[in-house]
């Protein structure tokens, strides 16, 4: 089964650790421990649910653009986490002792980067609505499958490398399932990419368009004909038959005023 797992990309210093965790430092480690999980429904699904070889969603948490950055896999199924143990380290649990760990952990291995990594604000907009044509590549059914996904439908686990907090703060799920074909649908969107318009457009983009709309709708300018004049400066008349009838500037109007009248006598 695939899983969905968070870690924050910013620094935050606690016990005088930077406890953040981005993808640039997974991918640099490859491997990682994925520790400091004190959340217990969080550390069961990692103590007897995950598998090697599971795949998963990295995740960056509780920053300006959350969203899945990356593709993982577990590497070592669940066992103690030491860290606990160590009073030094920013999530030491004095309640625990070695001989009955309450807290347990995996590795999981960094596997790639994805290109467009869909964004938090895109999943939601996924959820929240019918299928745009833009990302129509992942089917109704993978639709159906991110509208289903906790990451939008429940509250908050605890993050690794992420302490807990009053859950009114964010809705940030740490540890949790993810079905096949939303992993799919997702890994898809990070892949392929082409619904970033459906982000950064906004109502900039509407703006852009409707602009966009009117200078085709408006009419092309009417080019005007200056009229012909003779050597003398007058006014060159375009006759019915043959050749062309010369008329003074000054006697003009009275022409125009004659050609009128004829055509409202007919």
């Not at 092309?220 to 006759?239: L, S, W």
Request: aromatic share 6%; hydrophobic share 35%; glycine share 8%.
């Amino acid at each position: 089964m695939p899983w969905l797992m968070k870690a924050e990309p910013d620094s935050r210093i606690v016990k005088g650790k930077d406890v953040k965790f981005s993808v640039d430092d997974f991918e640099a480690i490859r491997v990682s421990p994925w520790d400091g999980v004190r959340n217990h429904e969080a550390k069961n699904i990692m103590k007897d649910r995950m598998k090697k070889g599971d795949k998963v969603l990295f995740y960056h948490s509780n920053c300006k653009t959350p969203g899945v950055f990356a593709v993982a896999e577990i590497d070592k199924e669940g066992y103690p986490d030491y860290t606990a143990w160590d009073p030094s380290h920013p999530y030491f649990d004095a309640k625990t002792d070695k001989d009955k760990p309450t807290w347990y952990m995996v590795n999981v291995r960094f596997v790639q980067r994805l290109d467009h990594p869909p964004t938090l604000a895109l999943i939601k907009l996924l959820a929240g609505g019918a299928l745009p044509k833009q990302v129509a590549y992942i089917g109704e059914h993978g639709h159906r499958a991110i509208k289903a996904m906790q990451l939008v439908n429940r509250g908050r686990l605890s993050a690794a490398h992420d302490p807990p907090r009053d859950r009114s703060v964010d809705d940030d799920v740490g540890v949790q399932p993810v079905e096949q074909e939303a992993y799919e649908a997702v890994v898809s969107l990070g892949t392929r990419g082409g619904w970033e318009d459906l982000i950064t457009g906004g109502k900039a983009g509407g703006k852009a368009k409707a602009q966009a709309e009117e200078q085709v709708a408006q009419p092309a300018p009417v080019k005007r004909k200056t009229a012909a004049r003779d050597g003398e400066g007058r006014i060159v008349k375009p006759g019915g038959k043959k050749g062309a009838k010369l008329v003074k500037a000054e006697e003009l109007p009275k022409v125009q005023a004659e050609r009128r009248s004829k055509r409202t006598k007919r």
